[in-house]
Structure formats: C-alpha cells, structure tokens
C-alpha cells in the first residue's frame, strides 16, 4: 500500500528555516507530479508550491523567494525548502503526489499532514 510520509515540522523562531519531508513508502514505479499545500483551521487547502515530474516548479506568490521545492527521485521524495518564515507561515502543511504505482497507472496521494508553527 502505498503512503506519503511527511516529516519535518515544528516550531520555529521568525525568521528560522524548516525543511519538510515527503517520502513515498511502499513499491511504486515514481512519483510523478508533486506539491504541497497548506491550512489554517477554518480555511481552504491552499497550493504553496508545485513541481512537475521534470522538474518544473511553481510557487504561490507569498512565499515566492523564500521556499523552494525539491524532489529525489531515487529516493522517491519530494522537499519544502523554507527560509526567512513569517508567522503567517503557520499551518497544517500538506504533500500532495500523482504516485505511478505501476508503468501507466497513477494515482493520487496526500500525506497525513505536519504542523508548521512560526513564533513572532
């Protein structure tokens, strides 16, 4: 069966940097497109960054220059680089993956969530 597992989260001084963590268990052919999204409580799901099976990223425009989206493919994981947080970063974050379990067959997946919380 596959899971994401996602890894990384915490609590964090204004300004610090965090790294998140997606890793693909289970066997799979690869991951495909990936992203990670975050929330609030009471909010939508929001996109925060993107990257597509070869390499092509996209960010929303609140944290552009700040995180960067990374991705293993050997390892079958994908990273949320974040740098100089802002209290506003606090969320759930969440990965998100189009995961090729078999040649051809894709499917969606989400991990089970991580707590992101910046200290002012």
């Known amino acids: 069966q596959v899971q994401l597992v996602e890894s990384g989260g915490g609590l964090v001084q204004r300004g610090g940097s965090l790294r998140l963590s997606c890793a693909a268990s289970?066997?799979?052919?690869?991951?495909?497109?990936a992203a990670w999204y975050r929330q609030t409580p009471g909010a939508q799901r929001q996109l925060v960054a993107a990257?597509?099976?070869?390499?092509?990223?996209n960010f929303a425009d609140s944290v552009k220059g700040r995180f960067t989206i990374s991705r293993d493919n050997a390892k079958n994981t994908v990273y949320l680089q974040m740098n100089s947080l802002k209290p506003e970063d606090t969320a759930v974050y969440y990965c998100?993956?189009?995961?090729?379990?078999?040649?051809?067959?894709?499917?969606?997946?989400w991990g089970q969530g991580t707590q992101v919380t910046v200290a002012s």
């Open positions: 998100y993956a189009a995961v090729e379990k078999y040649q051809g067959v894709v499917s969606d997946y």
């Open positions: 990257i597509t099976s070869g390499g092509s990223t």
């Open positions: 289970g066997s799979i052919f690869g991951i495909r497109d």
